[in-house]
């Protein structure tokens, strides 16, 4: 199945800091989607992009995919304390007749007070 | 709720056990999947059923047997296990077809001694 790559996978910053995450591919991808586990919890998901070079926002979150489609960007502008926990890119892929999501290691988000 | 509802929460068991997992999805999807989450790999792929047939499994070891009777329903049966399959196992469902969102069960934590 197609791997992707997740750095960093810590981050801290300071409350009101931004923050982003990145995910990359050596192979292109057809798709990408972006999930959030809190601490204690289950990954939910965020978002999808499937077009070049496609941006989408939610309210403070940016998620960018590039333009060859073998990387993408997550971006949090001012990070409260509800944004604490690990965000995984992951990539839906079709192998042998199956589909599967692929997912980055996490980029964990520490946010310091 | 996330409409996918997995039992037991917590489990320990001894490595001469045998157990069993469920989930249970009421979206109405056609794929279900099985995932180990661990601190060496986070969300590694174990199993997918794709219209109630296994389709990947990933070199998982035969002490881990999934069982799905219907779309709705899927069980991992679990025979003398290690300690170091002791993780959170997430179940998640999906509607098939490229780049459709998972939807994820809050898992259950297994501890193996």
């Known amino acids: 199945g197609q791997q992707v790559m997740q750095i960093p996978q810590y981050q801290h910053v300071q409350e009101g800091e931004d923050f982003t995450t990145y995910c990359n591919s050596s192979?292109?991808?057809?798709?990408i989607q972006w999930y959030k586990q809190r601490p204690g919890g289950h990954p939910v998901f965020l978002i999808q992009?499937?077009?070049?070079?496609e941006v989408k926002k939610q309210k403070r979150l940016t998620f960018q995919f590039g333009e060859a489609k073998k990387n993408s960007s997550l971006h949090i502008t001012a990070t409260q304390t509800t944004d604490v926990g690990t965000y995984f890119c992951a990539t839906m892929y079709s192998g042998g007749g199956a589909d599967g999501l692929t997912f980055g290691k996490g980029t964990h988000l520490i946010i310091q007070p | 709720e996330t409409g996918v509802t997995q039992t037991p929460r917590h489990l320990v068991m001894g490595m001469t056990n045998k157990k069993s997992l469920k989930c249970e999805q009421h979206l109405g999807h056609n794929a279900m999947y099985w995932y180990k989450q661990s601190a060496k790999k986070p969300l590694e792929l174990m199993f997918v059923?794709?219209?109630?047939?296994?389709?990947e499994n990933n070199s998982v070891p035969s002490r881990f047997s999934p069982e799905c009777p219907n779309s709705s329903h899927l069980f991992l049966h679990l025979h003398t296990l290690q300690p170091e399959d002791s993780a959170l196992y997430l179940c998640?469902?999906?509607?098939?077809?490229?780049?459709?969102?998972?939807?994820f069960g809050q898992g259950t934590r297994l501890t193996v001694v």
């Open positions: 992009l499937v077009k070049s070079g």
């Open positions: 998640a469902s999906s509607q098939v077809g490229e780049g459709t969102e998972a939807f």
């Open positions: 192979t292109t991808l057809s798709n």
């Open positions: 059923y794709n219209f109630k047939e296994q389709t």
